[in-house]
């Protein structure tokens, strides 16, 4: 079985990388998207098992991004997970509102990222 892919949408790059980098060495393969426009065009494209999307973003923002995901039959069965800043009270549950699946919050913490994602991808799994 091959391992699943994950798309990143962030226009951090500390968090993109960091991200990037748990993601692979634990052997997912890993796209990046560095604006919701472009995220939303590889979702179309690639399908990918999940994806991360950071709520500030240029242009549109990961909330109108995830509803455009969820109107669109071609992307809308996809997991869905919002990157919201820890600092921002309220944001974990503007994000499940607006559609997304679930939430991580940054700072990334390196030591639960990577289960948390596994944990998400099974939830899905089962589901599907
Ligand atoms: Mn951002």
Do not use: C, W
């Not at 634990?26 to 179309?44: D, K, M, N």
């Not at 039959?73 to 607006?98: K, S, Y």
């Amino acid at each position: 079985m091959s391992m699943a892919r994950i798309l990143i949408v962030e226009d951090n790059p500390m968090n993109m990388e960091l991200a990037t980098d748990l993601l692979q060495d634990a052997g997912y393969a890993v796209r990046q998207a560095h604006s919701a426009e472009e995220g939303i065009r590889l979702a179309e494209q690639e399908s990918p098992d999940l994806i991360l999307m950071d709520i500030r973003l240029p242009g549109m923002d990961g909330h109108a991004a995830v509803g455009a995901l969820r109107s669109n039959a071609r992307t809308r069965e996809i997991a869905t997970v919002a990157l919201t800043a820890q600092a921002m009270h309220g944001d974990e549950q503007r994000a499940l509102d607006a559609g997304f699946d679930a939430y991580i919050t940054k700072p990334i913490d390196t030591r639960t990222f990577v289960a948390t994602v596994a944990r998400l991808l099974a939830e899905r799994g089962r589901r599907a």
